[in-house]
Structure formats: structure tokens, C-alpha cells
Nanobody, 118 residues
Framework: QVQLVESGGGLVQPGGSLRLSCAAS????????MAWYRQAPGKQRELVAK???????NHADSVKGRFTITKDNAKITVYLQMNSLKPEDTAVYYC????????????WGKGTLVTVSD
């Protein structure tokens, strides 16, 4: 069974830091690009950061310089280090695994809530 399990969310003050984790199982990890998305109430889900199977990374302009996506292939885990958090970062953060090809295969985690507030 494919599973993506996010953890590490919670309440943090503006300017603080948090690290999210996404533990994957049931997939051949090396075949997938991994990404973090987020969705705030009343807004569309948006891409936050992506790391390809080969390790190339990109981050949304809104988080560039503050967030960093990494992965540990041995642990089959993807991370999102979030620094200098702002109230606008408040959202449910979702982990996604994506495999391109003739028939793409995408898998989503259930999400973890990040709240940035005093």
C-alpha cells in the first residue's frame, strides 16, 4: 500500500522555524519526484517546493530563501525546513509523490497543519 505520512506541523510564532517530514512507503522512492504543497482556507492548493528524483530543487517565489526541501533516500523521507515563518505561511501542508510517464502516478499525503501566529 502506498503511504505518505506527514509530520512536524504545529503552532509557531512569526519568525520561528519548523521542519516537516514526509515518510513514504509502498513506492520505489528513486523513481519519484517529491513535492510539498500547501492550502490555506479559502485558497487553492499551491506548490511550495519540489525535488526531483535526481535531486534538482525548486521553490516557490513566496518561500525562496526561507524554505528548503531535502530528501534522505536511505530513510525514504522528504523534508521541508521552514525558517523565518510568516502568518501567510499558515496552511495545511501536503506531501506529494509524482512519477511521470505514459500514465503518471501521483500520491498525496493527508497533510499536516502549520499555524504561524503570536
Amino acid at each position: 500500500q502506498v503511504q505518505l505520512v506527514e509530520s512536524g506541523g504545529g503552532l509557531v510564532q512569526p519568525g520561528g522555524s519548523l521542519r516537516l517530514s514526509c515518510a513514504a512507503s509502498g513506492i520505489i522512492f528513486s523513481l519519484y519526484d517529491m513535492a510539498w504543497y500547501r492550502q490555506a482556507p479559502g485558497k487553492q492548493r499551491e506548490l511550495v517546493a519540489k525535488i526531483t528524483r535526481g535531486g534538482s530543487r525548486n521553490h516557490a517565489d513566496s518561500v525562496k530563501g526561507r524554505f528548503t526541501i531535502t530528501k534522505d533516500n536511505a530513510k525514504i523521507t522528504v523534508y521541508l525546513q521552514m525558517n523565518s515563518l510568516k502568518p501567510e505561511d499558515t496552511a495545511v501542508y501536503y506531501c506529494k509523490a509524482e512519477r511521470g510517464g505514459i500514465v503518471p502516478e501521483d500520491y498525496w499525503g493527508k497533510g499536516t497543519l502549520v499555524t504561524v501566529s503570536d
